[in-house]
């Protein structure tokens, strides 16, 4: 589904990635864990083509994506839901899920409003309201609508449970599963083990942008100095 | 009463033609983030083609409004192509480059308006229908007028609409916040930019069109209008087309009263509106600061300083300037000094922007005072060449400390707005000030002092200045107040939370930067024996960030070389018919093929032929 390998990226003069690799496969949830800085948000852009990417490859079903505009990635069937939500606040709820609408794709789920607005409820009260009248837990459901209203068969969260509400947490576990259940692959980044443990299948821990772990939740627990030496603030 | 409806009225529609050319241009700022001084080039082409349809189709009422729509059709056609061929290929560089290469099109289109239609005024027929006044309260009102005023909210109904029920007018609204979301959201941000450059063209291509009844198409158009619609975009929030019409209204209503008390205000009030609401909002009546994501900028490379051969290098060419003045002809020492004069205009631009991170559209300013100063000091005081050149740096540094206070409590583009509004503000006295800067007529007979009247003589006075004048800017750019300001430039924050006071130095910076363009203004006006307004004009200015762009921004010698270019490429382009054009194409040459300018193009000469040597 996904293969990154080797990848390098940079901002400016300062090197971030140094050489990444990581697997995906089809309906897997995976989980990429690290500190603040670690290089998990830098690995997510530069799948979505929005950092300048070094050297690597990033193969999607076998296509080598490295190097391609955003929305032709987002068109192959990538989805991505930034750390910082980016919905557009001067925009409706309704108009924001159109500016993520595209064409149904083969091979993975249609979203169609009404569905999404079963999965999230709270928006669908909200649905003439500005982006930026709704609170942090709605914004973050708006902006995972919002990209899935693009089809996608993959799927790049961006620190879901950050910033919001014990409950909206919960909410978003459900969805994440949901996610799984019909069918699509899901990369999550994550500081909050405890939530990666509880929605996804397996985890990678990065650290100054190189790889340090992967492997099932289990090993993880039965090594407590990895997730001490890599997680621990 | 009924005086001041019709000024009323006067005013509105006004208003409306107006907001047309700024609708167009906030609309393509939104989505490209360009800064496009073309736009004033697409709304007299919008002219001339409505004149030429106009009379050529002598259609009556039907006729009339079909040239109109038509000649705005194809002016949206001619942004297409500029955005096709020019701008598509700078979206990511920096804000300097974008504006030089718009500005290259100004010139080629001016050029090409000269070929087409002749250098002469053309006075358009009135429009058929709307030729008469009617009486409103005893007054005559141009019917058009009253057509223009309800053209103008017609339009912006239009774009509500297309804006809003639109799923195109949803992604430019979401474009405008963040287009690199929208990019990640599987939207093709090269059509969207294409599209919204076509309607922002036509829409200033329709503002022309629809004055051909009101003025004559003229030459000047372009240039004319384009201080005034910045003005309005900035007021009403770069981007926004309501806030454009909101302050397009508020800019002609109170002009048409202003000029009622205050005849010469026109000119300036403009800016001084502008300045106030930037200062009050810094980012307009209905703007919204940027989103942080999406200026998809080239990071900065940093500066080098030049290692122990280069500087010889330099020592030895300083050395052979100063002995130039006892082999090369007089003429050529004239303009050895011209080139001087130049270089330390834009090495003080430089060290504003490269160094201090401030983009200037109105450097020119500084130099202006500095060289209307040492004149009127000659000419109304009666001092001597060496304190009257003292007082033009002088006299820079405090008009630079003045509006350096404002302009630094902005960043980014509406810096650059208030920079431009300050110096036409300082325009806009000089050329009205008549009893005191002689106005159009400028100030003449500024001749050296007797000891100095030789032109090698004058050349050493502007050898020592000059270049004492650089040699101060490079020392600061090394001391730790140029890394203090280079380090504001890169991360404000960062520097504000290890405890630096940004505002502060970067007022400072400005000031010397102004003082320092003032001293090239007072040796320039030695030179020239006079000065006039247009020291002080938007072009002159443009001028200075095409010779700190041609030289290349990154590098300290970059502004040499871009002055020593721009002189040059004057001296001799400027006797051939049609030199705009040749001036233009160099300027969009240079943006497209060598994006480090004369100094990157050196250094990788030089790399070559090291390789080539190893
Ligand atoms: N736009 C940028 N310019 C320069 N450096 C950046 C930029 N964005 C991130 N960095 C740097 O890149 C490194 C990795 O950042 P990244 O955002 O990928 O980390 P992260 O693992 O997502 O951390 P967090 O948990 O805080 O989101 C950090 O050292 C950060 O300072
Ligand atoms: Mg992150």
Excluded at chain 2, 361 to 389: E, I, N, T
Excluded at chain 2, 561 to 579: N, P, T
Excluded at chain 2, 592 to 604: K, S, T
Aim: proline letters at 3%; glycine letters at 12%.
């Amino acid at each position: 589904m996904l293969e990154i390998d080797g990848l390098t990226a940079r901002y400016g003069r300062a090197q971030i990635l140094n050489g990444v690799s990581l697997t995906l496969g089809r309906n897997e949830v995976v989980a990429l864990l690290g500190r603040n800085g670690a290089g998990k948000s830098t690995t997510m852009k530069s799948v979505m083509g929005l950092v300048r990417q070094t050297g690597g490859s990033i193969r999607h079903d076998g296509w080598e994506i490295r190097g391609r505009a955003s929305h032709v990635i987002c068109r192959a069937g990538i989805g991505y839901v930034p750390e910082d939500r980016r919905i557009f606040g001067e925009l409706t709820v309704d108009e924001n899920l159109e500016v993520g609408r595209r064409p149904a794709r083969e091979g993975a789920p249609h979203w169609k409003t009404d569905h999404l607005f079963q999965l999230f409820p709270n928006l669908a009260e909200r649905r003439r309201n500005l982006g930026k009248q709704l609170s942090g837990g709605e914004q973050q459901m708006l902006t995972i609508a919002r990209t899935l209203m693009g089809n996608p068969s993959l799927v790049l969260l961006d620190e879901p449970s950050e910033g919001i509400a014990p409950v909206i947490v919960e909410q978003m576990a459900n969805v994440i599963s949901e996610l799984k259940r019909e069918g699509l692959s899901v990369l999550i980044s994550e500081q909050n083990l405890h939530f990666a443990r509880e929605v996804s299948d397996r985890a990678y821990i990065i650290e100054k942008g190189t790889m340090r772990y992967e492997g099932g939740f289990a090993e993880l627990d039965a090594n407590p100095d990895i997730s001490t030496k890599y997680l621990a603030v | 009463m009924g005086f001041y409806l019709a000024q009323l009225l006067t005013g509105l529609a006004n208003a409306s033609s107006l907001f047309l050319i700024a609708s167009g241009l906030s609309i393509i700022f939104g989505v490209t983030r360009i800064v496009n001084f073309a736009h004033g080039s697409f709304y007299m082409l919008g002219a001339y083609l409505a004149y030429t349809l106009v009379t050529t189709l002598n259609g009556g009422i039907l006729g009339y409004w079909f040239s109109v729509l038509v000649a705005a059709l194809i002016v949206g056609g001619i942004g297409l192509l500029v955005e096709l061929t020019i701008l598509r290929r700078i979206y990511r560089a920096p804000e300097l480059f974008q504006l030089v290469a718009t500005f290259g099109v100004v010139l080629i289109v001016q050029d090409a308006t000269l070929a087409i239609w002749g250098a002469e005024d053309l006075l358009g027929p009135r429009a058929p229908g709307l030729d008469r006044a009617v009486r409103l309260m005893g007054e005559p009102i141009p019917e058009y007028d009253l057509a223009l005023i309800a053209i103008g909210p017609a339009v912006l109904a239009a774009i509500w609409l297309l804006f809003h029920r639109t799923r195109w007018g949803i992604l430019v609204r979401a474009a405008t916040q963040d287009r690199e979301m929208v990019g990640a959201l599987g939207v093709n941000q090269a059509w969207l930019f294409s599209a919204a450059f076509v309607l922002g063209s036509a829409l200033a291509g329709l503002g022309g069109a629809l004055q051909i009844p009101r003025e004559a198409v003229s030459l000047q158009m372009d240039l004319s209008i384009i201080g005034e619609a910045f003005v309005v975009v900035v007021i009403g929030g770069m981007g926004s087309v309501t806030g454009a019409f909101v302050a397009a209204v508020l800019i002609s209503v109170l002009n048409a009263f202003a000029i009622l008390i205050f005849p010469q205000i026109s000119i300036v009030l403009p800016f001084v509106v502008m300045a106030v609401v930037l200062i009050v909002r810094p980012y307009g009546l209905f703007g919204r600061p940027g989103s942080e994501h999406g200026g998809a900028e080239e990071p900065e490379q940093p500066l080098r300083l030049l290692d122990q051969k280069s500087t010889m290098v330099l020592l030895a060419l300083v050395a052979v300037l100063g002995f130039s003045p006892a082999v090369v002809s007089d003429f050529t020492t004239i303009l050895l000094v011209d080139v001087m004069v130049a270089t330390l205009f834009a090495v003080s631009l430089h060290f504003m922007m490269g160094i201090g991170g401030m983009v200037s559209f109105g450097h020119a300013a500084y130099f202006g005072v500095g060289a209307y100063a040492a004149a009127m000091a000659v000419k109304l005081l009666g001092w001597g060449m060496l304190p009257a050149m003292a007082l033009g740096p002088i006299a820079a540094a405090l008009a630079a400390i003045f509006f350096g206070w404002f302009c630094v409590r902005l960043s980014g583009v509406y810096l650059a707005m208030l920079t431009m509004a300050a110096a036409q503000i300082l325009w806009g006295v000089t050329f009205q000030w008549q009893d005191v800067t002689g106005g159009d007529d400028g100030i003449l007979g500024v001749w050296p002092a007797k000891w100095a009247a030789s032109d090698r003589v004058f050349f050493y006075v502007a050898f020592i200045l000059c270049l004492g004048g650089i040699w101060v800017l490079r020392r600061v750019a090394h001391s730790p107040f140029g890394y203090t300001l280079r380090g504001i430039r890169d991360s404000r924050i960062r520097a504000e939370a290890i405890g630096v006071d940004t505002r502060f130095h970067q007022w400072m910076g400005f000031t010397l930067a102004g003082t320092l363009a003032g001293m090239a203004g007072a040796v320039f006006v030695f030179s020239k024996g006079s000065v006039f307004p247009d020291a002080l004009s938007i072009g002159h200015s443009i001028d200075g960030l095409i010779m700190v762009l041609l030289g290349g921004i990154h590098a300290l010698g970059g502004p040499v070389y871009g002055a020593m270019a721009m002189v040059l490429i004057e001296d001799w382009v400027s006797r051939l018919d049609y030199w705009r054009f040749i001036f233009g194409g160099i300027i969009l040459t240079v943006v497209l093929l060598a994006p480090d300018g004369i100094a990157g193009g050196v250094r990788r000469l030089g790399q070559l032929v090291r390789r080539d040597a190893a």
